[in-house]
């Protein structure tokens, strides 16, 4: 099938990615467009884990001020060279994690994070919460278990629902970035303040 060049450009624009893996993903899927996005999309994720490794010594802390200065949150998102932290996509990539860490409140930026004692703690919660619902003992670990998973989803920064497309978790935004631009970034940390919180 010959793929057009307006077919190329509108997947382009939808996934950031290079004119000759955009035509090359739409070949290979016989120009269906979600199935080329989808191809990129699992391309990204090899690109992202071979660059995982890497070191990260360069980036950037971006801020972001909601509320008439009444919420305020700092970052640090690093990538390996400073030419890269210079790019307008990784200027973009910071600020929406800044105001996103704004928008949802995380506790912790991933899964490792988690005191042991607080995952114990909530499971024994959801399964307490189980069993007085009436469930059968056989399965209240998997409910548990469930129930977790969503708890990760709420409070975990990586795995949080990306405010400003909730299809994609901010793991996979990260991901992407990566394979655009080629080189290993990751979030370090961040802190969030609200005037009256502590």
Request: hydrophobic share 35%; charged share 30%.
């Amino acid at each position: 099938m010959a793929i057009s060049a307006s077919l190329v450009k509108d997947l382009r624009d939808k996934t950031g990615a290079g004119v000759m893996d955009c035509r090359r993903a739409l070949e290979d899927t016989d120009g269906n467009m979600d199935e080329a996005v989808k191809l990129l999309r699992h391309q990204g994720l090899k690109t992202a884990a071979k660059k995982s490794s890497r070191v990260t010594g360069e980036g950037q802390i971006g801020s972001y001020i909601h509320f008439g200065g009444k919420l305020g949150v700092l970052v640090e998102v690093n990538c390996e060279t400073d030419f890269v932290a210079k790019t307008e996509e990784f200027h973009h990539l910071v600020k929406d994690i800044s105001m996103h860490v704004a928008a949802l409140n995380p506790r912790y930026l991933s899964r490792e994070d988690i005191p042991e004692e607080v995952i114990k703690e909530e499971l024994e919660i959801y399964k307490k919460q189980a069993k007085d619902s009436g469930k059968p003992d056989n399965i209240l670990e998997k409910i548990a278990q469930g129930k977790l998973e969503k708890f990760y989803k709420s409070c975990c920064l990586l795995d949080q629902a990306f405010v400003k497309d909730e299809s994609k978790c901010i793991q996979e935004v990260l991901t992407e970035v990566i394979a655009k631009l080629g080189e290993n970034i990751k979030i370090s940390r961040f802190i969030r303040f609200e005037v009256g919180q502590s």
